[in-house]
């Protein structure tokens, strides 16, 4: 097993903000990821995914009418080990309403929205990444546009998700984008690990950002981590300022 990279706290919000190589990104809308007539599924390792890579993108898909399907292959459970405050079956009861609140505050309708849990177990989604796989091939449809985490984000459970959605969507002659959610804390602007060259920009105007920000805050559990046993949050402040860009990444 490789060594985790996701340690201190990572590339700084400034380093993105002034590198020119992120400025030259080529643009992209929602229109040319998502089509009209083609339906949006959202494959989220753990519920705050969905948020911090794409709320963006969601709002936008909300506001075109497209059909979006998230599928939250975990429940979370997992972000603070070792804690009694956030145990893990308050956790795996609390995330998913977390991500509902969120999914709320970015205007979704969430009667249209469709939603499937499909019950791995958090920190452990390489083990059974082949019935994952499977699992996304059954709820896929050739015309359907999945956005999923960088199958290289550095996260374990990110990792397996990107691989398994990629194998399930060749399957079905579905298209595929990626998103980096954990690169932006231990890659830099000029990282070659990263594929840059596939990498494009999707603006978001500050009403979007805003509104990305206030569904973020309903993540409270991440926000918060146990004092008690000296566990620092998931989404420490410079982690959130980094993921509320004015701008989406999407790797095509
Ligand atoms: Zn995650």
């Given at each position: 097993?490789?060594a985790?990279?996701?340690?201190?706290q990572?590339?700084?919000?400034?380093?993105?903000?002034?590198?020119?190589?992120?400025?030259?990104?080529?643009?992209?809308?929602?229109?040319?990821?998502?089509?009209?007539?083609?339906?949006?599924?959202?494959?989220?390792?753990?519920?705050?995914?969905?948020?911090?890579?794409?709320?963006?993108?969601?709002?936008?898909?909300?506001?075109?009418?497209?059909?979006?399907?998230?599928?939250?292959?975990?429940?979370?459970?997992?972000?603070?080990?070792?804690?009694?405050?956030?145990?893990?079956?308050?956790?795996?009861?609390?995330?998913?309403?977390?991500?509902?609140?969120?999914?709320?505050r970015?205007?979704?309708?969430l009667?249209?929205?469709?939603?499937?849990?499909?019950?791995?177990?958090?920190?452990?989604?390489?083990?059974?990444?082949?019935?994952?796989a499977?699992?996304?091939?059954?709820?896929?449809?050739?015309?359907?546009?999945?956005?999923?985490?960088?199958?290289?984000?550095?996260?374990?459970?990110?990792?397996?998700?990107g691989?398994?959605?990629?194998?399930?969507?060749?399957?079905?002659?579905?298209?595929?984008?990626?998103?980096?959610?954990?690169?932006?804390?231990?890659?830099?602007?000029?990282?070659s690990?990263?594929p840059?060259?596939?990498?494009?920009?999707?603006?978001?105007?500050?009403?979007?950002?805003?509104?990305?920000?206030?569904?973020?805050?309903?993540?409270?559990?991440?926000?918060?981590?146990?004092?008690?046993?000296?566990?620092?949050?998931?989404?420490?402040?410079?982690?959130?300022?980094?993921?509320?860009?004015?701008?989406?990444?999407?790797?095509?």
């Amino acid at each position: 097993m490789k060594a985790n990279p996701i340690v201190g706290q990572g590339t700084s919000l400034h380093q993105w903000q002034t590198s020119s190589h992120m400025a030259e990104l080529a643009p992209i809308s929602v229109e040319q990821l998502v089509p009209e007539g083609h339906r949006a599924v959202i494959i989220a390792p753990h519920p705050d995914d969905e948020v911090l890579g794409c709320g963006g993108l969601l709002q936008g898909l909300a506001a075109l009418g497209r059909a979006i399907q998230l599928i939250s292959v975990t429940d979370g459970s997992a972000s603070h080990p070792g804690s009694r405050r956030w145990s893990v079956e308050r956790l795996s009861v609390v995330r998913p309403q977390e991500s509902a609140q969120a999914l709320h505050r970015l205007g979704l309708p969430l009667h249209r929205l469709k939603w499937l849990r499909a019950g791995f177990t958090d920190s452990q989604v390489a083990a059974r990444e082949a019935q994952l796989a499977a699992f996304i091939e059954r709820h896929l449809k050739p015309r359907d546009v999945v956005f999923t985490t960088w199958r290289e984000d550095g996260h374990c459970d990110h990792e397996a998700v990107g691989h398994a959605s990629a194998s399930a969507a060749l399957a079905v002659g579905a298209t595929l984008y990626e998103l980096p959610v954990w690169t932006w804390h231990w890659a830099t602007p000029e990282d070659s690990q990263v594929p840059w060259h596939r990498a494009r920009k999707l603006p978001l105007s500050c009403q979007v950002v805003a509104r990305k920000r206030h569904a973020i805050h309903a993540f409270a559990s991440q926000l918060e981590g146990d004092p008690q046993i000296g566990l620092p949050p998931v989404l420490a402040p410079y982690v959130v300022e980094r993921l509320l860009q004015p701008f989406e990444v999407v790797f095509v």
